[in-house]
Nanobody
């Protein structure tokens, strides 16, 4: 299983970015895909998750209403649309994958991508 994240960059506060994650191999309907971020000097923070089969989505309170997670099953990709970005959203964002929803939302999924840097300037 490989996860390849992309789409990070530098944006001003209030702006938007879209992250993408391409997954290799077959993804079963029981899989849960997620995004986790880690800011300098801080612990990892789960951001969003989506159940691959049914498409149910879940968000951390800190991003609810601003971020949207989605997936394209035919392309094995999951995306994170980030709007109304704030300086506190600055972090490295990781794509994750597991079959255990609890592990994904605890930022303890078995599979992680390499991360992509998101920097929001004030």
């Amino acid at each position: 299983v490989q996860l390849q994240a992309s789409g990070g960059g530098l944006v001003q506060a209030g702006g938007s970015l879209r992250l993408s994650c391409a997954a290799s191999g077959r993804i079963y309907s029981s899989a849960v895909m997620g995004w986790v971020r880690q800011a300098p000097g801080k612990e990892r923070e789960w951001v969003a998750a989506i159940r691959w089969g049914v498409g149910s989505t879940y968000y951390a309170d800190s991003v609810k209403g601003r971020f949207t997670i989605s997936r394209v099953t035919a392309e094995n990709t999951v995306s994170l649309q980030m709007n109304s970005l704030k300086p506190e959203d600055t972090a490295i964002y990781y794509c994750t994958r597991d079959v255990d929803w609890h592990k994904v939302v605890a930022a303890k999924a078995d599979y992680w991508g390499q991360g992509t840097q998101v920097t929001v300037s004030s």
